[in-house]
Antibody
């Protein structure tokens, strides 16, 4: 079964850091670009970051550029999102997703709460 | 950046009715347009890719059409489980962008 499982979310103070992980299984992870998409409470989907299959190309939304770093370890079938200088507006459910003709599958999401 | 505008923001219909959701791109995305369904507390689910191709396991009542800048998602006869939020997404230029969503609610 093709599956993505996120972890690493939690409560963090403003200005703090957190690393999200997305463990992939059931497919050849190294063949696919991967994405992080977030959703603030009651809001729509927002692109956060993307990385090519070999890690050579990355993308960051302007809202997180310079604060977040996307990476992947193809030997461990895992995608990462290192988040720093967190702000209240970063509070959201963070999803990882595999890029094909569309995004499929998506993980179940991990909640990041930024609060003092 | 390509901006996707979805309309209407909210659509109120009854089970059995036909739903028509629109997505307009600020510039041509060819046929690189996908549709997703999201229910409360769940991750989005891919419905349609490349404008008109149903994803695996998606019922035939869901169909997509359009190319260039104007796209439509049609649900031919609404089932109770179809009431959700729907997003379009373009992948014409990497990594793509999402529309703001259309909420399909029960009338």
């Amino acid at each position: 079964e093709v599956q993505l499982v996120e972890s690493g979310g939690g409560l963090v103070q403003p200005g703090g850091s957190l690393r999200l992980s997305c463990a992939a299984s059931g497919f050849t992870f190294s063949s696919y670009a991967m994405h992080w998409v977030r959703q603030a409470p009651g809001k729509g989907l927002e692109y956060v970051s993307a990385i090519s299959s070999n890690g050579g190309s990355t993308y960051y939304a302007n809202s997180v550029k310079g604060r977040f770093t996307i990476s992947r370890d193809n030997s461990k079938n895992t995608l990462y999102l290192q988040m720093g200088s967190l702000r209240a507006e970063d509070m959201a459910v963070y999803y990882c997703a595999r890029e094909g003709e569309g995004f499929d599958p998506w993980g179940q999401g991990t909640l990041v709460t930024v609060s003092s | 950046e390509i901006v996707l505008t979805q309309s209407p923001a909210t659509l109120s219909l009854s089970p059995g009715e036909r739903a028509t959701l629109s997505c307009r791109a600020s510039q041509s995305v060819s046929s690189y347009l996908a549709w997703y369904q999201q229910k409360p507390g769940q991750a989005p689910r891919l419905l349609i890719y490349d404008a008109s191709n149903r994803a695996t396991g998606i019922p035939a009542r869901f169909s997509g059409s359009g190319s260039g800048t104007d796209f439509t998602l049609t649900i031919s006869s609404l089932e109770p489980e179809d009431f959700a939020v729907y997003y379009c997404q373009q992948r014409s230029n990497w990594p793509g962008t999402f529309g703001q969503g259309t909420k399909l609610e029960i009338k």
